[in-house]
């Protein structure tokens, strides 16, 4: 059955509500880390919504805190946020072949980890106008989110901004947790990324943090790529 363009937004807006409702939280607790950094609230609005990526900001903002120089801050975004490539990737796939060069811009633009799941789930070839129904609620409540969070570290004592500066690494924390015991491999990339954090700090703290981030990032990722690399299943029908 053919989709309209309406009925494919109004599909978007419905799946991306809990996306929304998901990201003004974190959003908020990144907040916290940008009010660290020095920034505004404008500042970190305009940063989610031109970034839209909790690591990517989560990194930048750390650099920033260290008053890293500008080619650091974008290496150490790109490096953080070079899994939506892979992703926007996938995703072109999905389009007609006649679909306009500017949709697949915009659509790209947008890629988050959670949307790009509620795309790629969907049947058949991907009308834009559901990523951009998808984007109304979702992208507004990340970059708000954000701001608030800012506002808060404003407002709030001291005290509770420490506390709840916490919860950015207990987000990440329950990232990296549930794959770590379903596959040896990640347990071990995350293991040895600890270790080898802790050691730079240790031993080549004269380097900069966000440096010693991308080099480690690059380093571990590859090696794990190079080792372990990911076999793709092959077919039932031996195609």
Known sequence: MLITNRQALLDGIRDGIP???GYLVVGFTLGITAKHAGLNPFQGFLTSILNIASAGEY????VIMNDAPYLEIAAITLVANARYLLMSAVMSQKFSSDTPFYHRIFVGFGVTDEIFGITVARE?????????GAFIPALPCWSFGTALGIVA???LPSSIVSALS????????????????KDKVIFSVVFVSFAASFLTEVFFNFISP???TIFLTILIAGAAAIIKPIEEKEKSDGA
């Open 210 to 212: 966000g440096t010693r």
């Open 166 to 181: 916490v919860a950015l690494y207990g987000m990440f924390i329950a990232i990296i947790i549930p794959p770590s015991r």
């Open 59 to 62: 990194a930048g903002f750390t």
């Open 124 to 132: 058949g070839k991907l009308n834009p106008f559901y990523n951009y």
């Open 153 to 155: 570290g404003s407002l």
């Open 19 to 21: 996306i929304g409702l």
